[in-house]
């Protein structure tokens, strides 16, 4: 096996990214504390051309030294918007139509490998590295997912979530 080059992947131009379609999808970010979660956030929603990020209450926006050196520019090519509240956030993305989903460890949550993404898209609603999904915010998505588990650990980096969630996501339709 050799590896490919970059120049030999056949990606997007910044231009070509721009126009392209995008999967109804919106990664909010519920107060991330770390600016490299949040750049890495981009750079996921990049690759696999979600809608848009919106950053939440504390959470940081560019343009930001640790956000780029972590999206690598993708900052840059996503759409992104920034709320004081993650409230705020909710209720416009139910003005929208789309289905308000806390990736979250609670009651009732559907185990991820048994989720379908709605068809009218959705918000995928992503918690403080330390206290999760505010529970007010969890009391107003539609619903909750949770990625399964069998370590020690209780949780994943956020941003990893983001990754695992948005693979399972985009997989239904490939």
């Known amino acids: ?3 490919i080059e970059n120049k030999d992947l056949g990606r997007l131009t910044v231009e070509e990214f721009s126009v392209a379609k995008k999967r109804p999808i ?3 970010a519920d107060n991330i504390r770390s600016s490299n979660n949040v750049g890495s956030l981009f750079r996921t929603a990049d690759a696999f051309a979600i809608e848009q990020v919106w950053l939440c209450g504390i959470t940081a926006t560019p343009p930001d030294r ?3 050196k972590t999206a690598l520019g993708a900052e840059l090519t996503v759409q992104w918007r920034k709320f004081a509240t993650t409230v705020e956030a909710i209720n416009e993305l139910k003005s929208m139509g789309y289905t308000a989903i806390a990736v979250e460890q609670v009651e009732g949550a559907c185990s991820l490998e048994g989720f379908t993404p709605p068809n009218q898209g959705c ?3 992503l918690g403080n590295e330390v206290k999760g999904v505010d529970q007010e915010v969890v ?3 539609d619903m909750a997912i949770e990625i399964p588990q069998w370590g020690t650990k209780h949780s994943l980096n ?3 979530s983001a990754g695992v969630v ?3 996501c985009i997989s239904k339709d490939l």
């Open 1 to 3: 096996m050799k590896k």
């Open 26 to 28: 919106i990664l909010i």
């Open 66 to 68: 640790e956000i780029h």
């Open 123 to 125: 918000g995928l609603v």
């Open 139 to 141: 009391d107003m998505c």
């Open 158 to 160: 956020v941003s990893v």
């Open 166 to 168: 948005l693979w399972q």
